[in-house]
């Protein structure tokens, strides 16, 4: 039977399909205009993955906490009380941004506390290698490109994708890239980044889809070793009369003279300098982290019946490894690996029980 639908019938779906799509949407960003975590609250739930850098994570926490409260209160001013339309409130609402820049050697948790960061707020997070990148019409990948991971983690939700957080790993390698390639400089992937960290609106293109993503609202976190940024620093606290320690005074023009560019850095107003991870640092993140590499461990062998254990100078020892091997807290899985390696592959179905590892059986196992 043919039927034929009325235009006020069309309308009124129309309208309950637009009605059905905003609910949508409001639930996946409700969690954001809900958001009520002071800076101490989500420092607490920080402590218990990231390790030491009391300092850091306080500075961290604050800026976040600030970030995603703001940014919570304008949307629900906008969709609750206004009832006006979410993609409409994203480009018109405006709040400052504290993007983060993280100062520090290698493996102290510079990626791992932006990560955790984002889980504990509930953002989509992208991880973005920017020795990967490189200007356009040269080897390498396009700063755009950091769009489409960001979507992807978003789950393809551009409305969730732009209240996200995105790390910016090794920022510090991007002063300038090798000359095997044309004349290939850090210094346009810096100013390509600049568009996208201080917030523009983008058009990302999925095949035949056009979809919009701005990152007026994207927190960016940046992180870096800065190798001899210290000096720097400590030459022109010297030459200004500062007192103290140079980690409390790093600033944007201590960077530029390490070789970025000036209104790059100015995007990042808060920064941290994260310490190198002590021994008793790499202990605590074996047996108190809640993502603690050795309890993965334990947990694996546990299912075959053989309870791990290992005593106080054995995790001495193998965070003495770590902190000798300068790996910091992403080698411990490396070195539990090869601590535990044969009885992992041998002790399973042939033995049950309590397996006691001391410091000499660590140092028979790294030799």
Same mark, same amino acid.
């Given at each position: 039977?043919?039927?034929?639908?009325?235009?006020?019938?069309?309308?009124?779906?129309?309208?309950?399909?637009?009605?059905?799509?905003?609910?949508?949407?409001?639930?996946?960003?409700?969690?954001?205009?809900?958001?009520?975590?002071?800076?101490?609250?989500?420092?607490?739930?920080?402590?218990?993955?990231?390790?030491?850098?009391?300092?850091?994570?306080?500075?961290?926490?604050?800026?976040?906490?600030?970030?995603?409260?703001?940014?919570?209160?304008?949307?629900?001013?906008?969709?609750?009380?206004?009832?006006?339309?979410?993609?409409?409130?994203?480009?018109?609402?405006?709040?400052?941004?504290?993007?983060?820049?993280?100062?520090?050697?290698?493996?102290?948790?510079?990626?791992?506390?932006?990560?955790?960061?984002?889980?504990?707020?509930?953002?989509?997070?992208?991880?973005?290698?920017?020795?990967?990148?490189?200007?356009?019409?040269?080897?390498?990948? /396009?700063?755009?490109? =950091? #769009?489409?991971?960001? @979507?992807?983690?978003? *789950?393809?939700?551009?409305?969730?994708? %732009?209240? &996200?957080?995105?790390?910016?790993? /090794?920022?510090?390698? =991007? #002063?300038?890239?090798? @000359?095997?390639?044309? *004349?290939?400089?850090?210094?346009?992937? %810096?100013? &390509?980044?600049?568009?996208?960290? /201080?917030?523009?609106?983008?058009?990302?293109?999925?095949?035949?889809?056009?979809?919009?993503?701005?990152?007026?609202?994207?927190?960016?976190?940046?992180?870096?070793?800065?190798?001899?940024?210290?000096?720097?620093?400590?030459?022109?606290?010297?030459?200004?009369?500062?007192?103290?320690?140079?980690?409390?005074?790093?600033?944007?023009?201590?960077?530029?003279?390490?070789?970025?560019?000036?209104?790059?850095?100015?995007?990042?107003?808060?920064?941290?300098?994260?310490?190198?991870?002590?021994?008793?640092?790499?202990?605590?993140?074996?047996?108190?982290?809640?993502?603690?590499?050795?309890?993965?461990?334990?947990?694996?062998?546990?299912?075959?019946?053989?309870?791990?254990?290992?005593?106080?100078?054995?995790?001495?020892?193998?965070?003495?490894?770590?902190?000798?091997?300068?790996?910091?807290?992403?080698?411990?899985?490396?070195?539990?690996?090869?601590?535990?390696?044969?009885?992992?592959?041998?002790?399973?179905?042939?033995?049950?029980?309590?397996?006691?590892?001391?410091?000499?059986?660590?140092?028979?196992?790294?030799?």
């Amino acid at each position: 039977m043919y039927y034929s639908m009325s235009q006020q019938s069309k309308q009124r779906i129309e309208e309950k399909i637009a009605e059905l799509k905003r609910q949508q949407v409001l639930e996946a960003v409700e969690h954001i205009i809900e958001f009520n975590s002071t800076p101490s609250e989500l420092k607490k739930e920080m402590d218990k993955f990231v390790i030491g850098q009391e300092k850091g994570k306080k500075i961290i926490a604050t800026a976040i906490a600030f970030h995603y409260k703001r940014l919570g209160t304008a949307l629900k001013e906008a969709v609750i009380q206004k009832g006006e339309d979410i993609d409409e409130v994203l480009k018109t609402t405006r709040t400052p941004k504290a993007n983060i820049l993280i100062v520090g050697p290698t493996g102290c948790g510079k990626t791992y506390t932006a990560e955790i960061a984002s889980m504990l707020v509930g953002v989509p997070f992208a991880v973005e290698d920017l020795t990967k990148f490189s200007e356009v019409g040269y080897v390498g990948m /396009e700063t755009g490109d =950091i #769009l489409v991971d960001l @979507l992807i983690a978003a *789950d393809g939700n551009s409305h969730v994708a %732009q209240m &996200g957080i995105v790390y910016l790993d /090794e920022i510090d390698k =991007i #002063l300038t890239e090798t @000359l095997a390639f044309k *004349d290939v400089s850090g210094k346009g992937v %810096q100013k &390509g980044l600049l568009k996208l960290v /201080e917030g523009m609106d983008n058009i990302v293109k999925m095949g035949k889809e056009r979809i919009h993503l701005s990152t007026k609202h994207v927190l960016f976190i940046a992180g870096g070793v800065f190798e001899d940024i210290e000096s720097i620093v400590k030459k022109r606290m010297a030459k200004q009369g500062l007192l103290g320690n140079w980690k409390d005074h790093l600033m944007a023009e201590d960077l530029v003279k390490f070789g970025m560019e000036r209104q790059l850095m100015g995007r990042f107003p808060v920064k941290v300098v994260y310490d190198q991870l002590t021994i008793q640092d790499l202990k605590d993140i074996m047996t108190k982290s809640e993502d603690s590499p050795l309890k993965a461990y334990v947990n694996d062998l546990k299912a075959w019946d053989i309870d791990l254990v290992l005593t106080d100078d054995a995790l001495t020892e193998i965070s003495r490894r770590a902190e000798q091997e300068g790996t910091g807290a992403r080698g411990l899985t490396s070195i539990l690996h090869r601590v535990l390696f044969e009885d992992m592959y041998s002790l399973p179905g042939n033995y049950t029980g309590e397996l006691v590892m001391d410091e000499m059986y660590v140092r028979s196992r790294l030799r």
